[in-house]
């Protein structure tokens, strides 16, 4: 059974920095991916940031691409989010999710099979 624990969220003044982690446990991610997702009040649940585990490749959305880093640490199969100059905006609850396999739809939420519990992260202007 697969497990994603996030760890590092809490609340910041706009400009400021966070950094997520989240640690997996369970199936090997090794050839997949692992991704964060975003849910904001009232929003739904949006990519952030993605990295394919076997070569580093990243992508971003475009409303972080710049401020935001996805890394990830195969050894650990743990998975890490750096956020620096925060906005407002960026509140939200944030998950991170993976898959085994990677394939295309990396950005939709639909195609992880695996996600974690989500930690909050607030952004006070």
């Known amino acids: 059974q697969a497990q994603l624990v996030e760890s590092g969220g809490g609340w910041v003044q706009a400009g400021g920095s966070l950094r997520l982690s989240c640690a997996a446990s369970?199936?090997?991610?090794?050839?997949?991916?692992m991704g964060w997702f975003r849910q904001g009040p009232g929003k739904e649940r949006e990519f952030v940031a993605v990295i394919m585990n076997r070569t580093g490749w990243t992508y971003y959305a475009d409303s972080v691409k710049g401020r935001f880093a996805i890394s990830g640490d195969n050894a650990k199969n743990t998975v890490y989010l750096q956020m620096n100059s925060l906005k407002p905006e960026d509140t939200a609850v944030y998950y991170c999710?993976?898959?085994?396999?990677?394939?295309?739809?990396?950005?939709?939420?639909?195609?992880?099979?695996?996600w974690g519990q989500g930690t909050q992260v607030t952004v006070s202007s």
């Open positions: 369970g199936p090997t991610f090794s050839n997949g991916g």
């Open positions: 999710a993976a898959r085994t396999v990677w394939g295309r739809a990396y950005g939709e939420a639909g195609s992880y099979a695996y």
